[in-house]
T-cell receptor, first 114, second 115 residues
Framework: DSGVTQTPKHLITATGQRVTLRCSPR?????VYWYQQSLDQGLQFLIQ???????AKGNILERFSAQQFPDLHSELNLSSLELGDSALYFC?????????????FGSGTRLTVV | GDSVTQMEGPVTLSEEAFLTINCTYT??????LFWYVQYPGEGLQLLLK?????DKGSNKGFEATYRKETTSFHLEKGSVQVSDSAVYFC??????????????FGQGTILTVHP
């Protein structure tokens, strides 16, 4: 157990639907990062939150949004789902905002859009 | 923008063989460099890192040296084991500005080790 908890582990949904992925960071970590892993795009950074505030944004579609709550857990919302959104979504946490040191990754949520 | 290029896989080796996985990067400034490993069904685990030129990262028999002159960070292991079978990712990170902590990954290299 890495200390980063992602739920659910698997999700199957239809095109056009909306889903929410949840991430609980390792205890004490203030930063949460979301990544998308797909066969054609590899590992892509989506967005980072630090202590409740958006800190950095990557290749995140407008249909996707995220937030970090006061208890530091984060949710990634994916709407108007398309077949191409099928991927493994990882959450990672770290103690601070800089340099990627001390990243801890969750085991991911596998999203299948049918 | 920043990018990381890894050697094409998959790589298949026999146990106790020597392993090299090539990684080169393109980035401005002075990035930190990382190797991550992903075992089946699991998240990514940090294998080793180097934060400045000529630093050598090492862990579990794996080594990589930060070569700024060749913009490379090749992963090596002298004698691989079946348990090393996994996907290996090279990555870089730069602090500061708006990219706090963002990791830029290579495409990953699948390693399979046979007994």
């Amino acid at each position: 157990d890495s200390g980063v908890t992602q739920t659910p582990k698997h999700l199957i949904t239809a095109t056009g639907q909306r889903v929410t992925l949840r991430c609980s960071p390792r205890s004490g970590d203030l930063s949460v990062y979301w990544y998308q892993q797909s066969l054609d795009q590899g590992l892509q950074f989506l967005i980072q939150y630090y202590n409740g505030e958006e800190r950095a944004k990557g290749n995140i579609l407008e249909r996707f949004s995220a937030q970090q709550f006061p208890d530091l857990h984060s949710e990634l919302n994916l709407s108007s789902l398309e077949l191409g959104d099928s991927a493994l979504y990882f959450c990672a946490s770290s103690a601070g905002g800089r340099n990627g040191y001390g990243y801890t990754f969750g085991s991911g949520t596998r999203l299948t859009v049918v | 923008g920043d990018s990381v290029t890894q050697m094409e896989g998959p790589v298949t080796l026999s146990e106790e063989a020597f392993l090299t996985i090539n990684c080169t990067y393109t980035a401005t400034g002075y990035p930190s460099l990382f190797w991550y490993v992903q075992y089946p069904g699991e998240g990514l685990q940090l294998l080793l890192k180097a934060t400045k030129a000529d630093d050598k990262g090492s862990n579990k028999g794996f080594e990589a040296t930060y070569r700024k002159e060749t913009t490379s960070f090749h992963l090596e292991k002298g004698s691989v084991q079946v348990s090393d079978s996994a996907v290996y990712f090279c990555a870089l990170s730069k602090g500061g500005g708006t990219s706090y902590g963002k990791l830029t990954f290579g495409q990953g290299t699948i390693l399979t080790v046979h007994p």
